[in-house]
């Protein structure tokens, strides 16, 4: 599938065929013509996933950009990159707090189209977009082949960035279908 846009690895439809929800890597060079596309899909609305010393880093143009309402609601649990497989869903469950339960509420009330990102939109963004998919009741495999697609269109950025801190296990820090379907379980049986 691969991503909407150019200056993008990750950028895609939540839905398909729809641009109500719109999930991303962090946007940070956005050619004329992508957001004229947002504006055209009346994507207004932006949530910004990161903190503020990722924001920092890594400034999204469209904070400043006036025809875009820009809203910084960092994901605050599970934070830590999980050492073992083993605990990935029980890193991304960790995310489910009352700061999840208001950034899905934003998202999924919003009156305009919604761009969602953190930096590499997988991880925190991956549990956003399967808490929408279940809500919207969409199946498991629907929500699996989404997490999935952040893989592919991750693959060599994941592989260069485990080769450049050894300490991570490459297999922590790329999608598996387990990772997901444990942390739905998890999610659904709290």
Same mark, same amino acid.
């Given at each position: 599938?691969?991503?909407?846009?150019?200056?993008?690895?990750?950028?895609?439809?939540?839905?398909?065929?729809? %641009?109500?929800?719109?999930?991303?890597? !962090?946007?940070?060079?956005? =050619?004329?013509?992508?957001?004229?596309?947002?504006?055209?899909?009346?994507?207004?609305?932006?949530?910004?996933?990161?903190?503020?010393?990722?924001? &920092?880093?890594?400034?999204?143009?469209?904070?400043? +950009?006036?025809?875009?309402?820009?809203?910084?609601?960092?994901?605050?649990?599970?934070?830590?990159?999980?050492?073992? =497989?083993?605990?990935?869903?029980? %890193?991304?469950? &960790?995310?489910? +707090?009352?700061?999840?339960?208001?950034?899905?509420?934003?998202?999924?009330?919003?009156?305009?189209? !919604?761009?969602?990102?953190?930096? *590499?939109?997988?991880?925190? =963004?991956?549990?956003? %977009? *399967?808490?929408?998919?279940? *809500?919207?009741?969409?199946?498991?495999?629907?929500?699996?082949?989404?997490?999935?697609?952040?893989?592919?269109?991750?693959?060599?950025?994941? =592989? &260069?960035? &485990?080769?450049?801190?050894? +300490?991570?296990?490459?297999?922590?820090?790329?999608?598996?279908?387990?990772?997901?379907?444990?942390?739905?379980?998890?999610?659904?049986?709290?």
């Amino acid at each position: 599938m691969g991503s909407l846009f150019s200056s993008t690895k990750n950028t895609r439809r939540l839905v398909e065929g729809s %641009s109500r929800f719109i999930r991303s890597d !962090v946007p940070t060079s956005l =050619t004329e013509s992508e957001i004229a596309w947002l504006k055209k899909e009346n994507v207004y609305k932006v949530i910004d996933l990161r903190d503020e010393t990722e924001q &920092a880093q890594k400034p999204c143009p469209l904070k400043v +950009d006036k025809d875009f309402e820009y809203l910084s609601m960092p994901v605050t649990g599970g934070n830590a990159v999980p050492e073992k =497989t083993e605990d990935v869903a029980l %890193s991304y469950l &960790a995310m489910c +707090d009352g700061q999840m339960e208001r950034i899905i509420d934003r998202i999924v009330y919003s009156y305009e189209n !919604v761009l969602f990102f953190c930096n *590499a939109g997988k991880d925190r =963004t991956g549990v956003v %977009s *399967a808490i929408i998919l279940d *809500a919207l009741g969409y199946d498991e495999e629907y929500i699996v082949r989404d997490y999935l697609q952040s893989g592919e269109n991750l693959r060599d950025e994941l =592989t &260069a960035y &485990a080769k450049s801190c050894p +300490d991570i296990n490459i297999d922590v820090i790329t999608p598996h279908r387990e990772y997901i379907t444990d942390f739905l379980r998890l999610y659904k049986g709290r």
